[in-house]
């Protein structure tokens, strides 16, 4: 179970508890919402980028999309969107994709490794950042951005 620690940030203890923290802020996001995932390698981004799909009841698997930029999935309660940007060199490689398209676009865009093209995301976004605590504990922190609104629907207090 996620523990909260203050008002935006949370202390997960699995890789179980990391997805279910974003499944229950999935809930609560709408159409044009961009989240940011950041943190170091093995940190959880995919983890929590896996729990975010499980909570717009997107069924199968979610693989990283390192090779690919882009996965997109329809099947959702909002279609979602799941950049890597790890292997983009230049901005052109973006350009042809269309990134603007979904920044925002038109259900959830999710971003990992935004910081090699950082110039493209929009003002308004919530930043999510995971940092290793120790073997399996992440502390994760929410930072909305640009009037974001965080909604952390049916979140008992100080559990999730
Ligand atoms: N509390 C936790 N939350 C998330 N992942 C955890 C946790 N505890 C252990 N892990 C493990 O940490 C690893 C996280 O891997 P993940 O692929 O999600 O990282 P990532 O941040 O996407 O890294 P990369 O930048 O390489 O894609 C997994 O092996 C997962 O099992
Ligand atoms: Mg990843």
């Known amino acids: 179970m996620a523990v909260r620690q203050a008002e935006n940030r949370w202390l997960t203890s699995s890789p179980e508890d990391t997805r279910a923290l974003a499944a229950r802020l999935a809930l609560g996001l709408t159409a044009g919402a961009v989240l940011v995932l950041r943190g170091d390698l093995g940190a959880g981004k995919s983890e929590f980028a896996r729990g975010l799909a ?21 099947e959702g309660r909002l279609p979602l969107y799941h950049f890597d940007w790890y292997r983009v060199e230049d901005a052109e490689e973006l350009e042809e994709l269309g990134v603007s398209d979904y920044l925002p676009g038109d259900g959830v865009t999710l971003v990992e490794w935004a910081e090699r093209a950082e110039e493209y995301l929009p003002a308004r976004r919530l930043e999510v950042t995971l940092i290793p605590r120790g073997d399996t504990e992440r502390e994760i922190a929410l930072k909305p951005l640009g009037g974001f609104t965080l909604r952390m629907d049916g979140t008992e207090e100080g559990q999730c």
Not at 55 to 74: A, H
Request: aromatic share 10%; proline share 14%; hydrophobic share 35%.
């Open 54 to 74: 499980r909570g717009l009841d997107i069924k199968g698997p979610v693989p990283s999309p390192t090779f690919t930029i882009l996965n997109v999935y329809d």
